[in-house]
């Protein structure tokens, strides 16, 4: 695989693997919300693009939120699609590479437990920070009916 796609390989698939999963969290944010909220904002005179804006939006936020991080933590632990995509002996690897593929290559392919234990705590840290800001900004931001 040529160096300069590899990248963008990995990215589509990651898209395309997670697609499904996307689509069936935000149908069913969409299916919980009440008909009588659009009919209600029709009858006071709003459109198409005020009811996106004022009533889909915002009680999507609650599976919108979900799908930001467990995006986010998922591309905190590529591994496995980089791995099989793109392989150990290809050029492309150095333009690919992840924390949790770093930590894989530091300690089996290198033996150095010692770094690959202090990458492992980096990736602890670093998702442990992406929790604390859920619910940190899910308080600010996600808006229950």
Same mark, same amino acid.
Request: net charge positive.
């Given at each position: 695989m ?9 990215i589509?698939?990651?898209?395309w ?8 969290? &935000?149908s ?24 996106f *804006?004022?009533?889909?939006?915002? &009680?999507?936020?609650?599976s919108?939120? &979900?799908?930001?991080?467990?995006? *986010?933590?998922g ?9 099989a995509?793109?392989? #150990?002996?290809?050029?492309?690897m150095?333009? #690919?590479?992840s ?11 290198n033996?150095?437990?010692?770094g690959?234990a202090?990458?492992a ?25």
């Amino acid at each position: 695989m040529k160096s300069r796609f590899a990248l963008a390989v990995v990215i589509f698939y990651g898209i395309w693997s997670s697609i499904g999963f996307n689509v069936i969290i &935000l149908s069913a944010g969409l299916k919980s919300i009440p008909h009588e909220l659009y009919e209600a904002a029709a009858i006071d005179g709003a459109g198409r693009v005020k009811q996106f *804006t004022a009533i889909t939006i915002p &009680l999507l936020t609650p599976s919108i939120f &979900l799908l930001a991080i467990v995006t *986010t933590i998922g591309g905190l632990q590529l591994f496995d699609s980089l791995f099989a995509i793109v392989g #150990t002996a290809n050029p492309a690897m150095k333009d #690919t590479r992840s924390l949790v593929y770093l930590f894989y290559n530091t300690a089996f392919e290198n033996n150095d437990k010692g770094g690959a234990a202090a990458i492992a705590v980096i990736i602890l840290v670093m998702v442990a920070l992406v929790t604390l800001f859920q619910f940190v900004m899910q308080k600010k931001w996600v808006r229950y009916v």
